[in-house]
C-alpha cells in the first residue's frame, strides 16, 4: 500500500502539471464577459461579506459540510456509514466500515453542494441559467473560504494520510475540480469535457518525456 501512494504520488505531480498548463491554455482566450462568468463572479462576491459577517465563526455549517462530504464519496466507494456526527463547537466525525484516502480527503477538494448542483443545470429552464450561475457561485465561494480555514497539517484527515501525499494530491485534485468548473461556467459540460480529456493528454506528454529521457 505505501508503495502505491508513492507512485499515486509521483504520478500526480504529472497530472498537476499537464492539468495546470490544460487550464491556463483554455481560460486565456475566454469571453470574460458572457453572462454565465460574470453572474457566477457576481455570486461569488456576494458571498464573501456573507462569510465574514456571519458564518465564519459558525463552524457547524462547515462542519457538517466537511462530513457530509465523508459520508457521500463514502457511499460512492460502497462503503457502510457506522455514524454520522457534527456538534457546533467540538467538530465532527463520520464513522464507515472501510476507507481509503479519496474518502480521507475529499472535503480539502471537493465542493460538494457545487458538485450537487451540476446535474441540475440539465433539467432547469435556460430563464433560469443566470440565477443558477449566481447560486452556483455563491456555494464555490463558501467552499473556498471554508476549506482555507479548516485546512491544517495538525488535521487528522492530513496526518492520516500525509502530510506529503496530501499536499501533492491536493494540488492536483484543486487544479482537476476547480479547472473543470471554471470550464463549465465558461462554456457547458462540453468544454469541462474537454478539460479533463486534454489535462490528461498533457499529462500523457509529460510522463513520456520523462520515460525517454531516463532512458
Known sequence: MKILKILIAVLTVFLSIGFGITLAEMILP????????????AGFGVFIPFWFIWLKNKHFYSTFEHELTHLLVGLLFFKKPAHFTVTRDSGGETGLYGGNFLITLAPYFLPTFAFLMLPVYLIISPEFHLHYFILLGFVVSYHVFSTIQEFSYSQPDIIKSGKIFSTLFLVF???????????????????????????FLESANWLIVLISNVR
Open 173 to 199: 485534485t484543486n487544479i482537476l475540480v476547480y479547472g473543470f468548473l471554471i470550464m463549465f461556467i465558461g462554456g457547458g459540460f462540453e468544454s469541462g469535457g474537454m478539460f479533463l480529456k486534454e489535462g
Open 30 to 41: 475566454f469571453d470574460y464577459n458572457q453572462p454565465s462568468i460574470r453572474y457566477f463572479l
